[in-house]
């Protein structure tokens, strides 16, 4: 396996910089041409009022909003949706993302599908679907969220929901951006872009640098580069191409606080010898073909490849004072990496059909999805510092799978359609121990109905429903231990249900929903004291609501607020190993947020709160914290916070956020080995300027 040892950051930006000036000039004497839509997969469709069409809790948000919070990361968006739970970060702001739905544990994002563009970003879906990326958010141009029944249109992994960032479509000029902050951070960002009138061309090019000391000394070098374009190739076919590179140097570790440190000093490094190393490389295909007005096909041809290299000191002891980690250079091991490469192709092709039968109108949906995944899995273990050394472990993983999927919308009246649809999904995995030389084979078949319904009770107010069963296949590398022993997980599979309200009514929009989440078997994450990773959890179940509402107070004022209320999130039965009543880990009761924006000539700022109640770090909801940090309650804590923008022209942009406006000091985690202090006060200011 090749250690993905990041070189230097600033070679490769200046390197980057170039090719986008020289890309950046060349496009600018592409003449200005009308927007051009390259074609790729959108989970809610482009159209207007195409949310309704859906028989689940759909969430966007547009460029305006994530430009108006100013975030960070990704994650910093996500945790203003109503019904998704962010745990605190790892390090790297943001970088690894720790994202869960309606309850379900947000450790590693595996309990949720994550896509860009329609395509999987996950290193893997039936190997290990632990996700070490997030895109920069400086390059999305939205986002989608999708909870319910319509999800069965993409998988696996699925139960929570589905998120799907769009990337911005390039445009045509250049584009100068840089951030300053707190803590050592800034970035610098270069976008270039134009179109042509005579070949209906597009295309674009986004790179991204950016560093950190971190907030507790574990800094990261994060950059990222973006191709994009395509071309209108016939009358009614459209084609588009998309790159993407990425690298990133984390000084962050599994390891967290003990109580005694983060009571002195939450600001240091637990780990400091702790590197997390990612580099990826994608490469999307869209095709778009539009054989009439009533039938359209669009395929996507993926390609991606990460490596992740964990390198992490062994530890000798755990005490309330600290961690101890066996010393290097004296002889014997001391330092270990777990290194990983992950490549991952596929073919998604989707046939949409509208018409007249039965006196009624329909919609039908048909998709097939071709899918190879392998991994590389190697543990690597030195005697000092060296990122290299004896390798102890290596396997060689691989899956392939077939899914295809129906669908159909039948409007039995103008206002009132049922959507039955059906998935199967077939898989087959194979884990190979390259030095034992042992291997074993594993396949499956499932199938995941659904039914849905809409029904649009006046223009202001629409009732959606729906039922479905929910599917996780056990992933190979998360069901093994550290020790490399298979603990024989079966697959996740819960039967879901949804009832909701929507609608607009003058300066006042609205979305309500009720959800039942019934788990014949869920797997659960544990933290590091309960001796086991991941376990089979027994039946559980997720009972909760959702509440969203925004309303245009008048003279540039606004207001939005969300919340969740999970009142019902635990294991059930005698199957549940002793854990019968017991709350899901991570499962805080309520997660609510709130809103106020003036908006005026240009000026633009919000002040916002996130509020997360309290919430178990193990199974057996330990309420007493232990003497290193891994069990215990964690408390409920808010956060406040400010961001601005302002529009001096057209060519020139300010603007700033402060985060935890209060310096509010609160645990995020306890997992996966010990306390993970939330954020402390951050701010950050920048500017922009557009070249036409």
Known sequence: MKYHVIGSACNKIVWFSSIALVFGSALSNLAKAKDIELPRIDIVAKEEGASRQIPGTVDVVTEKQIELLQPLSLQDVLKTVPGVNVRGDEGGLGSIPNIGIRGLNPSRSSKVLLLEDGAPIQPSLFISNASYYSPPVERISSIEILKGASGLQYGPSNIGGVINYLSKTPASGFKLTGKLGNYGYHLAEIEAGG?????????????????????????????????????????????????????????TSYVGLRPNQFVANSGINPAPNDRFITQRNAVDLNHSLEIDSDTKINTLVYWSRLGRDYWRQSIADRTQDATVFKPCNVGADCLAGRNREFQMLGIDSRVSYAYEALGISNEAEFGIRLHTESQSNQVVTSQTFAHSGRLSLHEENKANSVAMYAQNRFSITQNFALIPGVRIESYNQNRSNVISGKSGNAKNIETVPQLGATWQLIPEAQIYSSIYKGFAPAQLATAIDDKGVDQQLAPERSTNMELGLRGRSGALSYDSAV????????????SLASGISKANGGKSLHQGLELALGYELGRGWSLNTNATYIPVAKFVGTSSMGRDGKRIPYTPELTSNLGINYQKNGFNTLVSVNYISAQYADAANTVTQNAIGTLGEIPAFAMVNWSANYAINKEWKVFGVVNNLFDKRYIASRSPDGIFPGAPLNFQAGMSYQFN
């Open 195 to 251: 179109k042509s009138d005579s070949n209906g061309m597009i295309g674009g090019i986004n790179v991204i640098q950016a560093e950190s000391n971190g907030y507790q000394n574990n800094g990261f070098k994060m950059y990222d580069i973006l191709l994009k374009g395509g071309m209108q190739v016939a009358q009614n076919q459209w084609l588009s191409l998309k790159y993407s590179h990425y690298d990133n140097n984390i000084n």
């Open 515 to 526: 959800f039942s989440m019934d788990f014949s078997n869920q797997i659960v994450n544990q």
